[in-house]
């Protein structure tokens, strides 16, 4: 890596600092984001992915590490340039910025440098908590860019288009944002601003020669995202209508290797990120949650996709469908909603050690079964936890937003790391079981530690 691309690491990350503090002098209180400890943590998570030797993923460069350092100080400028300044256009663009930035100066470490800045944004997701109203639509965006251009490389994509199509689809939150200052206020603005954004990026690459269906795949996302808003005036219709996005997942899995997949996630995040702006979308919370469930939906899905061309099963570990598979499906599906029904306990300003526990244990514990039980654990795991997240949202329950980010860091470290902690599957059985019995000695100190500072803080509300 040259020095100009860590030079600009380093200037993102010292800003993200100032950030940090900056909003700390601004709100004395004990906000659940803008806390110095958060950019600490990130700094710890760097320190973590820098190589010690040439590895898989950990190449020399340190590709990876780049990824979180770079990604993780424009996630504290823009979290704190669109909560505490209230531009949320600016603060967008600055998280969405940094897969643009992994193109530009680390081609030669591409997908180590896009998993750093999915890393980045998990720990952030986590971390910022709900103190910032655009960080899940963000977030999700900004997987699905990462994603998008990993994926290119596999299809023989465009690597461009997914920079492409955020593009478009931020110049259209930024236009619709001044035509609510100027008193145009309605979702219609912001929806043919959007779309408008995406036809036209898919014409242009239509007119300099590309052969992909990349206008089919705007028109079948807009046909989504018109029935989820047509079935939407009902909040029991509005969970009904999760189907909606399950039939655009169908119609677009297979094109391109999956690729095609990759633009409507992309395309399904940016609506979701720019609907949720109720002060000029004027959406209801029904429908915004519906469009934040479809999001989540395509781009686990993605996600996947991603984690199967990056680990193709391999004899005697093609049967994803048996026993180990299953069993981590139910741990996640299980052990999920009770690890967010917990983090979720202590309301909206959740302390910080309940939110880095919560996002601990929702990245150790699928790399922990994938180095038992091999990769398909890491499938099942990740299944299970979507599948943990549509729940929560299909009754109803406050607790999606809680559990969306943990069901995704999963995947978020599987994807990097799932190769080294496979490597231990490998290994004899007494090295694996001892494995396991470290987790279930770790799981048991945590619920130990944590019943007794639970019934401390429940006697001090009692006085």
Not at 20 to 36: G, H, K, N, S, W
Not at 304 to 321: G, H, I, K, M, N
Not at 359 to 371: E, I, K, M, N, Q
């Amino acid at each position: 890596m040259s020095l100009v691309a860590w030079s600009i690491g380093g200037v993102c990350f010292g800003l993200g600092l100032v950030a940090a503090l900056m909003a700390r002098a601004r709100v004395p209180m004990f906000p659940a984001f803008a806390l110095p400890l958060v950019w600490l943590f990130a700094l710890v998570a760097f320190g973590l992915t820098l190589p010690a030797e040439p590895a898989p993923y950990f190449q020399a460069g340190g590709a990876l590490g780049w990824g979180v350092l770079t990604a993780s100080g424009l996630w504290l400028m823009g979290a704190f340039v669109g909560s505490r300044l209230h531009y949320e256009w600016l603060g967008a663009l600055l998280p969405l910025s940094a897969p643009v930035l992994v193109l530009l100066f680390v081609r030669e470490g591409l997908l180590p440098a896009l998993w750093g800045v999915g890393i980045a944004t998990g720990l952030m997701w986590v971390l910022l908590g709900r103190a910032w109203e655009s960080l899940e639509g963000v977030a999700l965006s900004t997987l699905a860019l990462c994603w998008t251009t990993g994926l290119a490389t596999f299809a023989g994509a465009p690597l461009w288009y997914g920079v492409c199509l955020t593009g478009a689809g931020l110049a259209a939150f930024g236009l619709a944002t001044l035509l609510a200052r100027r008193g145009r206020i309605g979702w219609r603005y912001s929806y043919m601003l959007l779309f408008g954004g995406f036809t036209l990026t898919a014409v242009g690459y239509q007119l300099t020669g590309s052969d992909a269906p990349l206008l089919q795949l705007v028109l079948i996302t807009l046909l989504a995202a018109t029935l989820a808003r047509g079935l939407s005036g009902s909040e029991l219709w509005s969970r009904y209508a999760l189907l909606v996005w399950v039939g655009l997942l169908m119609a677009a899995f297979a094109t391109m290797r999956g690729f095609g997949l990759a633009i409507c996630a992309l395309m399904t995040a940016l609506h979701a990120l720019v609907m949720a702006h109720r002060e000029f979308t004027r959406t209801k919370v029904h429908e915004n949650a519906l469009y934040g469930a479809g999001a989540l939906l395509l781009v686990s899905v993605l996600g996947f996709r991603l984690f199967t061309l990056s680990y193709p099963v391999r004899q005697p570990r093609a049967d994803l469908y048996l026993y180990f598979t299953l069993m981590a499906f139910l741990i996640a599906l299980v052990g999920l909603s009770a690890l967010a029904l917990w983090w979720s306990l202590r309301g909206e300003r959740s302390p910080l050690w309940r939110s880095l526990l919560a996002g601990f244990w929702a990245a150790a514990a699928p790399l922990a079964l994938t180095a038992v039980f091999s990769e398909r654990a890491a499938a099942g795991w990740t299944v299970g936890a979507l599948g943990a997240s549509l729940s929560a949202y299909l009754y109803g329950n406050r607790l999606f937003h809680w559990i969306a980010p943990l069901s995704v860091l999963g995947l978020i470290i599987v994807l990097p790391l799932g190769s080294l902690a496979a490597t231990v599957a490998d290994m004899p059985r007494a090295t694996r079981i001892g494995v396991a019995a470290g987790l279930g000695i770790a799981l048991t100190i945590t619920a130990i530690g944590i019943a007794i500072i639970d019934r401390g803080l429940n006697g001090t509300d009692e006085h």
